[in-house]
């Protein structure tokens, strides 16, 4: 009897099975050789725009110099923010005023634009007022709720608290409360009066973020518990660094700043970002 000989159909299909699933095991799809080129696409383009945007940080914070001075960076809502200020928001820049001022502004007008409404200054016991204060070389912030007659004290620094503060939280306690006489003169002095309380805030730990930790109260603090037992979450210094860079850049690049393009053309970033 001759011996039996293989299909030779069956053979050479599971060879080209075999042969097609080693291929495929070593050979990436076309898909996956497309996904792979477009997520290093991205990453390329989120390090220029990365690499753009420190420059643009490093311009509009280096120390300017004196014909500088008074360039002006940012110029929209009817204020004007120039290079001696904007140098402040540097890394372990000692805010300016007019950066508080500038900040509060554009805070609200952004919160008007998204939300429709602005909560955080309007004289109404359904609103929260606040009050960035400059004192002794030093940023604080006040924050009244009306509502309940509450003065919160919002301090980076509580331990350097001297007789000199207690006496400014006291009186600024006292206008609070000749604000709530004036608002409703059916009130007395004695169901007019406030609660003073300092507040648990994050902490500064150095001595020149003061009026970086005053904008981040300003921007996120609303007496309500949200991070674990906090009112606010802590920020390490790289976050603080950040910050300072997000708003200055963020100031620069916004749509209704009249001098937007200028600058940046100026900084050699425009159409990079």
């Known amino acids: 009897m001759a011996p039996k000989r293989k299909n030779p159909s069956r053979s050479t299909r599971a060879g080209g099975i075999l042969k ?4 495929e095991a070593i050979e990436p799809s076309s898909s996956a050789v497309r996904a792979s080129s477009t997520q290093q696409v991205k990453r390329a383009l989120n390090q220029s725009s990365l690499s753009m945007l420190n420059k643009l940080y490093y311009f509009c914070t280096r ?3 004196a ?4 360039s002006v960076l940012v110029s929209m809502f009817g204020l004007y923010l120039n290079r001696k200020d904007s140098s402040t928001l540097r890394p372990k820049g000692w805010i300016s005023n007019t950066v508080i001022l500038v900040a509060g502004k554009i805070m609200m ?7 429709g409404v602005v909560t955080r200054h309007m004289f109404s016991p359904h609103f929260m007022i606040f009050a960035p204060t ?3 070389e030093h940023w604080s912030c006040y924050a009244f709720e009306p509502e309940n007659k509450t003065l919160y004290v919002l301090d980076s620094m509580p ?9 400014l939280d006291d009186a600024t306690k006292l206008r609070f409360e000749e604000l709530l006489v004036l608002k409703n003169p059916s009130l007395t002095q004695e169901n007019a009066s406030i609660t003073l309380l300092h507040v648990d805030v994050p902490m500064q730990p150095n001595n020149h973020d003061c009026g970086i930790y005053v904008l981040k ?4 603090w609303d007496g309500s518990i949200k991070w674990e037992d906090k009112t606010m979450p802590d920020y390490s210094y790289k976050e603080i660094v950040k910050f ?3 708003l200055i850049c963020g100031w620069v690049q916004h749509p209704k700043n009249e001098v937007r393009e200028e600058i940046l053309k100026e900084a050699g970033v425009w159409g990079k970002l």
């Open 63 to 65: 120390r300017p110099k």
């Open 159 to 167: 331990d350097k608290v001297s007789i000199s503060k207690k006496n």
């Open 109 to 115: 007008e952004e919160e008007k634009a998204t939300d």
């Open 134 to 136: 400059l004192f002794e």
């Open 244 to 246: 300072r860079q997000s």
């Open 20 to 23: 097609a699933t080693k291929s």
């Open 67 to 70: 014909y500088e001075e008074l």
């Open 217 to 220: 109260y300003m921007e996120t």
